[in-house]
């Protein structure tokens, strides 16, 4: 994959917020203020992306009660019921009373937020995450008609 073409900028900021920004570089690792501005830059247009309710992936990740049979069978009716936009789902066993579960998605945002929100909701379930990127997935060959 080719190196994307850069250009330079030159942006002028009060001296209290480049402190903030050396210090989000040092907290987060950044290697440069370049990086952490690109990144900051990135989040920007992603949360744009969402509010346009454009087409995005993501990744759910649930936390939740190994023991609850009946919270798995719900989980998989939920799946079900959105064979459209759950594209894929991996889970495993952290101990034994709890499982991590990752939903890879694809939809529109708003589409995204409300199942995952009925995913997070579900009783038994302890922690849950959505994930958008401003990316889609190719076409699978076989699913093109």
């Known amino acids: 994959m080719a190196k994307p073409k850069l250009a330079r900028i030159s942006v002028t900021v009060p001296e209290s917020t480049l402190s903030a920004l050396d210090q989000k570089i040092v907290d987060q690792c950044y290697e440069s203020r370049s990086q952490a501005i690109v ?3 990135h989040k920007h247009l992603i ?3 969402e509010r346009q309710n454009s087409v ?3 990744t ?3 936390l939740y009660d190994a023991s609850s049979m009946s919270l798995r069978v719900q989980l998989m009716d939920l799946q079900q019921q959105y064979l459209e936009q759950v594209i894929s789902s991996l889970h495993i066993q952290l101990d034994e009373q709890k499982i991590m579960e990752v939903m890879l998605m694809q939809g529109k945002s708003a589409e995204l937020k409300l ?3 009925q995913f997070i909701a579900l009783k038994g379930v302890i922690n849950g995450h959505l994930e958008l990127m401003d990316a889609v997935m190719p076409p699978i060959p ?3 008609e």
């Open 47 to 49: 949360a744009e992306e």
């Open 115 to 117: 199942m995952s929100q």
């Open 56 to 58: 995005m992936v993501g």
């Open 142 to 144: 076989q699913n093109v």
């Open 60 to 62: 759910l990740t649930l």
């Open 39 to 41: 990144d900051m830059i």
